[in-house]
């Protein structure tokens, strides 16, 4: 399902848990309904695909981190699984 005006909250880095620990982003994406999902993104893995250009990555990655405003998504409703995702920036689609 398409959702358009997303908004990207409670961007933060933690501590995985576990033998092997690790950074992640961790956030919520939230749509003007209301309809939220949470995200526990290993750090490296989604910095790295967002330089690279890589969708759906970059598009989140840099709403969330302020660089890009006006997030549209489609997912998977029932696993939150994002399968696109672009901004709309000075009318470019990143």
């Not at 576990?18 to 290993?42: C, M, P, Q």
Request: charge should be negative; include cysteine.
């Amino acid at each position: 399902m398409r959702h358009e005006n997303v908004a990207c909250q409670n961007f933060h880095t933690e501590l995985s848990t576990g033998k092997r620990s690790h950074r992640e982003y961790v956030f919520d994406l939230v749509a003007e309904d209301g309809t939220e999902w949470n995200y526990r993104i290993r750090a490296s893995a989604m910095k790295e695909k967002a330089e690279d250009e890589r969708e759906p990555y970059a598009s989140v990655y840099y709403t969330c981190t302020g660089e890009e405003d006006g997030l549209s998504i489609v997912l998977y409703e029932h696993t939150g699984i994002i399968t696109e995702a672009w901004t709309n920036q000075a009318g470019q689609v990143h």
